[in-house]
């Protein structure tokens, strides 16, 4: 098939580094991968393209800088219209250029796709990451809300399928629209391909030492663990939601010879810098930034212990994360919350501590330090756990499914 994938939202570049970023290369990556053409819509694009994605047919319509929020908002209505015209546009230059799907990952002011899909007569799937519309009221402000609730109304009812990436966030879905034709849970998941661990073997992983940390000058043999610290790691956007700022504070409580290692950035990093100087893990605690996708797999092969300390409150999440950390074959201590226990539990390559409980997470944490052994076992059933159950492969071929067997 044909797919246009339509992405309004400026806050999410195709290219990008932040987690959202990385979901829309590798459904794009996988699509591909499955044999279908894509041919991209978007607003915003960034400066890290994947080498495998440098062919991508990308056509940008930029949002005009210096607008207050109300005239930003205005001017995406604008650019929505602006985008579907583009598509159309292009699908009638020629019979090699038509459209066969119209794939849209849900933006706030967006009907591109539902234009699209009319006037092209051609199935729209809108992919849901979360319930915008209560996000960003609660957490930045939004003017026109009636405009916004009525375009993605609209794109609701003229989706032919709507994709939820958990059970809450379908449940958000099917109570405030009844009636929609198929929502259907397909949650995020990892390229087993890229993501692998340390050492594996016949696919299957067992956690180990990247090349050139497992040994070191002047070493008869592999470094034990009084060598060097092991090393706890968090991938993510530094924002509260997140609950970097519990896991700092869990490590303040942890003995023996231990790092962390923060990969990513956002608005909490400098409050997150000080409170770990404060709490006298300046030498323990490195903040690497915000890496390119490419750059995440070696960084993840660095680690021992990996963490998603999410906080209390509410959760409609399938953290990409989580199954990164599968991928690369490593032991999991992630809080109770959300989706998270679906994917984890019973599968022997997580401890699932309390939403919030930083002595729960310092205690989980503590257990691992001490057992290598256990780290290991729990590495193993990881990669097990992602090969088996988490590919994008499956889960792009579960989005597809539908169309791709009214085409045979």
Request: glycine share 10%; proline share 6%.
């Amino acid at each position: 098939m044909r797919i246009a994938y339509v992405l309004l939202d400026p806050g999410i570049g195709v290219f990008g580094t932040k987690g959202a970023s990385v979901h829309v290369q590798e459904v794009i990556r996988t699509f591909r991968h499955l044999g279908h053409e894509v041919s991209v819509f978007c607003t915003r694009t960034d400066d890290e393209v994947p080498s495998d994605l440098a062919d991508l047919d990308v056509t940008r319509l930029k949002v005009p800088g210096g607008l207050d929020r109300s005239q930003r908002e205005m001017a995406l209505m604008r650019l929505s219209d602006m985008l579907a015209d583009m598509v159309v546009d292009t699908a009638g230059a020629g019979a090699d250029q038509g459209f066969d799907l119209v794939y849209e990952r849900y933006s706030l002011f967006s009907t591109a796709g539902a234009l699209i899909s009319s006037r092209l007569g051609v199935p729209l799937v809108l992919e849901v990451n979360a319930p915008l519309l209560a996000e960003q009221k609660q957490h930045r402000g939004l003017v026109h809300d009636a405009h916004a609730a009525r375009t993605t109304a609209h794109s609701f009812v003229e989706a032919e399928r709507i994709v939820c990436v958990s059970s809450a966030v379908a449940a958000c879905v099917e109570r405030d629209y009844p009636g929609l034709r198929d929502v259907s849970v397909v949650p995020n998941g990892v390229n087993t391909e890229r993501i692998t661990p340390a050492r594996s073997s016949e696919g299957v992983g067992s956690l180990g030492e990247e090349p050139g940390h497992g040994e070191a000058p002047g070493h008869d043999g592999p470094v034990t663990s009084h060598d060097r610290p092991v090393r706890i790691g968090f991938v993510g956007t530094l924002k509260p939601w997140h609950g970097t700022d519990r896991l700092i504070e869990a490590c303040a409580d942890l003995r023996g010879n231990f790092h962390l290692d923060i990969l990513g950035h956002g608005p909490e990093a400098e409050a997150l810098q000080k409170q770990a100087k404060a709490l006298r893990l300046g030498d323990r605690v490195t903040f690497h930034g915000a890496l390119a996708p490419a750059e995440i797999p070696a960084r993840l092969r660095t680690f021992d212990i990996a963490v998603a300390p999410y906080p209390a409150g509410e959760n409609y999440f399938s953290p990409l994360k989580i199954y990164e950390y599968l991928a690369a074959g490593l032991p999991i201590v992630a809080s109770a919350i959300g989706s998270i226990p679906e994917v984890l539990d019973g599968t022997g390559a997580a401890t699932l501590v309390p939403a919030g409980d930083s002595s729960a997470l310092a205690g989980a944490l503590q257990n691992l330090i001490d057992d290598a052994e256990a780290r290991q076992r729990m590495g193993a059933a990881a990669r097990a756990e992602a090969l088996t159950h988490h590919s994008w492969t499956s889960r792009c071929q579960e989005i597809l499914a539908p169309f791709v067997l009214e085409s045979v």
